[in-house]
């Protein structure tokens, strides 16, 4: 989980901010119906940017995105199993990966990327993970 208050991430994925989203009539009425059967509390959230479109991303061990999921409102999410999922999908592939590696050097040892940049694509649906090494 990642957590930017400064909202840098947001924008280099391409998340903005929309008034218009945010307050819908279909995004209003889904918080009518979790407030009234009890799962949506009110509460005082003064940190949080109502106006800021939020998404789904999985970035496996490799950097790869595995899941770009930019919200189009408030309430468009990824559900927990499909993230669950591609978590264990990505994992069960960097294991095997490793393994491989492992099999064909195993004197090398496995080196992190640390000039891997996250940059928005033109494709408005994702985002691109590029390594410069």
């Known amino acids: 989980m990642l957590v930017d208050t400064e909202r840098i991430v947001y924008q280099r994925y391409g998340l903005p901010r929309s008034v218009a989203k945010s307050w819908s009539p279909g995004t209003l009425w889904w918080y009518v119906r979790r407030f009234f059967d009890g799962s949506y509390r009110l509460g005082s959230r003064l940190e949080e940017d109502p106006n800021q479109l939020g998404g789904d991303f999985?970035?496996?061990?490799?950097?790869?995105?595995?899941?770009?999921?930019?919200?189009?409102?408030?309430?468009?999410?990824?559900?927990?199993?499909?993230?669950?999922?591609?978590?264990?999908?990505?994992?069960?592939?960097?294991?095997?990966?490793?393994?491989?590696?492992?099999?064909?050097?195993?004197?090398q040892e496995n080196v992190d990327c640390?000039?891997?940049?996250?940059?928005?694509?033109?494709?408005?649906?994702?985002?691109?993970a590029d390594c410069n090494s």
Do not use: W
């Open 58 to 107: 999985v970035i496996g061990p490799d950097y790869k995105i595995m899941l770009a999921h930019p919200s189009r409102t408030p309430i468009d999410r990824v559900s927990v199993s499909e993230l669950l999922s591609v978590v264990t999908d990505s994992l069960q592939e960097s294991d095997f990966e490793q393994r491989s590696a492992s099999q064909r050097n195993p004197s």
């Open 114 to 128: 640390t000039s891997c940049q996250i940059r928005p694509t033109a494709d408005p649906s994702g985002v691109n």
